[in-house]
């Protein structure tokens, strides 16, 4: 199995450019995340997905959207890149029924920077 | 609100010897807690995870943790270390609510000779 697959796996943007980073997972997982990561801080939720239509805020929202269309994709749009943006971005998915806690599985990430 | 501290940004140890790596939880509701793995240019890898069924918890790779109600504490250790188990070790706790998770701010484990 794939897994969770996240293209691309490297970036670099202008500033004020728009990009959509492609996250897919094959494990018909109902729960998807973006998390962002940068050095010393760990891992910020930025949006979550509990199932296709439906998605919320996380810690970090501002300057991204997202979609879930389908079960299988979540993709990241980032509309006018800032510097501030420049990070690795893990998409992560798992399942749950009742709220019960199960395993995130990750992507391999995607090293945005933005100049 | 959860928050997760972890103790020391990076730890060295001499191969063959324990490793111990720090993580306290700040929960409101009895939490679900996980350590992960992350390898260089690599996504996150769980270890083990802790939901309440066995306070020790026993992870792949020889890792283990328990959980201390009475210190707030899920710290990770491995009695023996190896080269191989040079990587950055993240704390998280989650809640039932939109299986959400809170990630400490990350260990560098160093493995020397």
């Known amino acids: 199995n794939a897994g969770v697959t996240q293209t691309p796996k490297f970036r670099i943007l202008k500033i004020g450019q728009s990009m959509t980073l492609q996250c897919a997972q094959d494990m018909n997982h109902n729960y998807m995340y973006w998390y962002r990561q940068d050095p010393g801080m760990g891992l910020k939720l930025i949006y979550y997905s509990v199932g296709a239509g439906i998605t919320d805020k996380g810690e970090v929202p501002n300057g991204y959207n997202v979609s879930r269309s389908t079960t299988e994709d979540f993709p990241l749009r980032l509309e006018l890149a800032a510097p501030s943006q420049t990070s690795v971005y893990f998409c992560?998915?798992?399942?749950?029924?009742?709220?019960?806690?199960?395993?995130?599985?990750f992507g391999q990430g995607t090293r945005l920077t933005v100049v | 609100a959860q928050s997760v501290t972890q103790l020391g940004s990076h730890v060295s140890v001499s191969e063959g010897a324990l490793v111990l790596l720090r993580c306290n939880y700040s929960s409101s509701v009895p939490p679900y807690l996980f350590w992960y793995v992350q390898y260089p240019n690599q996504g996150l890898q769980l270890l083990l995870k802790y939901t309440s069924a066995a306070t020790l918890v026993k992870g792949i790779n020889g890792f283990e943790a328990e959980f201390k109600k009475s210190e707030t504490s899920f710290h990770l250790t491995k009695p023996s270390a190896h080269m191989s188990d040079a990587a950055e070790y993240f704390c998280a706790s989650g809640t039932g609510g939109g299986n959400k998770l809170t990630f400490g701010t990350g260990t560098q484990l160093k493995v020397e000779l």
């Open positions: 992560a998915s798992s399942y749950s029924t009742g709220g019960l806690n199960t395993e995130a599985f």
